[in-house]
């Protein structure tokens, strides 16, 4: 009976977090109240407090379900530790691009994060996740391009911190683009070219050679 009743429990929650998902991609995060997440699921709005504190515990459990792009590629990053860095994250990045087109309900958690979630107060748990999410993901692209230059896999002379903000900002840059207009292109088709450019980027740009920085800093000098 005690495993039945836990059981019940799990799939109750599940079955909020589905309907949240929905009134969330429906009506943005800031619209979306309680009372609609109850009417939704067919629950009442105690039912939605017996599992989650407030609305912002309700989002970030349906956030829990998926990946940001950051973690993702951090979490790999920690359990990947030999071979070609570089090829890991690659492998990685193709793999969350061509999920996102593939994957409905991935997309769905993506698309209202980012086009239907206003960030507007430094204080509030889903900024700070946000926020924590892209910083240890650049933490973690740093780790992953140094232990590339351990391993000749890259330059010695790359500069690793501005090559770490390339790389996520231009995975990022990629899915949001896609996002706004995945009319344009196929994101699934065109992952794998894209993300080599990339990193064909960060291997060859002489831009990012640290030789090049020293260059333009007596320039200016």
């Not at 829990?64 to 993702?72: F, I, K, T, Y």
């Not at 692209?141 to 002379?157: G, Y």
Request: glycine share 4%; proline share 3%.
């Amino acid at each position: 009976m005690v495993r039945r009743t836990k059981e019940e429990a799990l799939e109750t929650r599940n079955h909020l977090l589905d309907a949240a998902e929905e009134v969330f991609y429906r009506d943005g995060f800031a619209r979306t109240s309680l009372d609609a997440v109850a009417e939704a699921a067919g629950v009442t709005r105690g039912a939605i407090y017996w599992h989650f504190k407030n609305k912002s515990d309700l989002f970030n459990a349906m956030c829990d379900r998926v990946h940001l792009p950051m973690e993702q590629l951090a979490e790999s990053v920690n359990q990947e530790t030999t071979g070609d860095p570089l090829d890991h994250m690659r492998k990685v990045a193709v793999f969350f691009l061509q999920e996102c087109e593939h994957n409905p309900h991935f997309r769905k958690i993506i698309e209202i994060l980012w086009k239907k979630t206003e960030f507007v107060d430094p204080s509030d748990a889903i900024y700070i996740r946000q926020h924590e999410a892209a910083m240890s993901g650049r933490e973690h692209i740093t780790k992953s391009l140094s232990r590339a230059v351990e391993t000749k896999h890259l330059s010695p002379d790359t500069d690793i911190r501005l090559a770490a903000l390339l790389l996520q900002a231009s995975i990022e840059g990629i899915l949001q683009n896609w996002l706004l207009a995945p009319e344009y292109f196929s994101l699934a088709e065109e992952a794998e070219r894209l993300v080599d450019a990339c990193f064909d980027t960060i291997r060859n740009a002489s831009s990012l050679k640290m030789a090049g920085k020293q260059a333009k800093e007596e320039e200016k000098g």
